[in-house]
């Protein structure tokens, strides 16, 4: 979590924001309502009350506290079931005061609605870190199955802006891959939106590779991400414009450039970086970003609307945030594909910025008229021995296919036009 983690690319940690007993939030969740018996219980997962879904391929447990999706088992029928997301090392410990709302539950990935920090109020209208969405409870609507395709849906009414949000989280029989969908009503305006996927790290440096797909460049936070006053330390050049994931300037003077496609390094420090994704047009496809864990034998992905998902954020956590309740011993890499400016928040996003006069949008236009939904791709492929990293990936009418800089290839069912339509 930047921000809030928090990217001071905007506010002082401690200093603005509400603390939170985890037992006082819980507390205020309201019990799940449905008639599905078995989707709409509640499962008690890492210190969260989880709601809790599967095929023979995939289970999903997504928190009734901010909809945070983790722990998801992929490949669960198999020898080798493969879990790739981050949940926060404080999760099983006694509950304490948080920082912020989204840290009570904060694991995996969780739609952020307005994205970022938000530590100052537009025209009156105050929200948390990531919006209310992503620390309080969410309603239960129901769980439904339509052929091969299993859904569970959720909802969230906000108060800081009249609207509603609609979660539909569906899995395919066969299918190692979350399709998700984010319906948003109302809440009109110009706003900062996006998807917070978080993995787990190895503590082994350099043994995770990152590809994207083309972008036309990458920036630093311009801002301080973190804050030395708060016992946070970071690594890279503040407001550094880049083109080349292996080649990002560090904040030393005459130190070598950093190499984010290859995590984690640099431990000890916690950065934060986006790139902007060429268009659909451009590319002729979904734009993409994968991790691949050769150690573990996987590459997970996301694939999204770069219409509608302009960017993707990088918080790199290598265990350099030391005050409460990081205390130096989270290592994660959130990999969030958004329409923000960096994870500032709704103020900064709307206004004039250094993104937005390099001709790249930072807040998408919602309507009370018409609804906007987001669509987005998360899943897990195996890969043989030597695959390395991804170079490049080719769309077939319901499959992708992975190709590696070794030139290993990978083809896995995906039913990539969701993106799209929305329809699976």
Not at 140 to 146: N, P, Q
Request: include cysteine; hydrophobic fraction near 35%.
């Amino acid at each position: 979590m930047h921000n809030l983690l928090l990217p001071r690319c905007i506010l002082p940690l401690a200093s603005s924001l509400m603390i939170l007993p985890i037992s006082l939030v819980q507390a205020a969740a309201p019990s799940a309502a449905g008639s599905d018996k078995d989707a709409g219980s509640l499962k008690p997962l890492h210190g969260q009350p989880s709601f809790v879904f599967s095929t023979k391929e995939v289970e999903v447990a997504v928190t009734q506290l901010g909809a945070h999706m983790a722990p998801v088992t992929f490949f669960r029928d198999s020898k080798h079931p493969v879990q790739p997301y981050h949940i926060s090392p404080w999760q099983d410990e006694p509950p304490a005061a948080m920082p912020a709302p989204v840290l009570v539950p904060l694991r995996g990935d969780f739609f952020c609605l307005p994205f970022g920090g938000n530590s100052d109020s537009l025209d009156g209208e105050k929200h948390p870190p990531h919006g209310e969405i992503v620390g309080a409870p969410w309603t239960f609507v129901g769980k439904r199955s339509s052929g091969d395709v299993t859904t569970l849906s959720l909802a969230f009414t906000p108060t800081a802006r009249k609207g509603r949000i609609n979660k539909e989280l569906s899995l395919v029989s066969g299918h190692n891959v979350l399709y998700s969908s984010h319906t948003i009503e109302g809440f009109a305006g110009r706003t900062p939106l996006g998807h917070h996927a978080t993995l787990a790290m190895p503590e082994k440096e350099g043994s995770v590779r990152i590809a994207t797909s083309p972008f036309s460049f990458g920036m630093t936070c311009p801002g301080m991400f973190s804050e030395p006053s708060q016992r946070e330390y970071q690594s890279l050049l503040p407001g550094a414009k880049w083109t080349d994931l292996s080649k990002v300037p560090a904040a030393w003077k005459n130190a070598p450039d950093a190499d984010l496609s290859r995590l984690p390094s640099r431990q000890g420090f916690a950065d934060l970086v986006q790139i902007n994704s060429q268009s659909w047009e451009q590319t002729g496809g979904p734009a993409w970003t994968t991790a691949t864990y050769s150690d573990a034998g996987y590459v997970w992905f996301s694939l999204k609307d770069q219409s509608v998902l302009r960017s993707t954020v990088f918080w790199i956590e290598n265990h350099g945030r030391h005050g409460h309740p990081w205390n130096g011993r989270n290592n994660c890499l959130g990999l969030e594909d958004v329409t923000a400016h960096f994870a500032d928040g709704l103020v900064p996003s709307t206004r004039d910025n250094v993104l937005t006069r390099e001709g790249v949008p930072t807040t998408v236009e919602l309507t009370a008229a018409k609804p906007t939904m987001v669509n987005y791709i998360q899943g897990v492929a195996r890969i043989p021995e030597g695959f390395e990293n991804v170079q490049s990936l080719e769309f077939k009418p319901g499959e992708v296919t992975f190709v590696s800089t070794t030139g290993k290839r990978v083809t896995a069912p995906v039913r990539h036009e969701f993106l799209k339509t929305g329809k699976l």
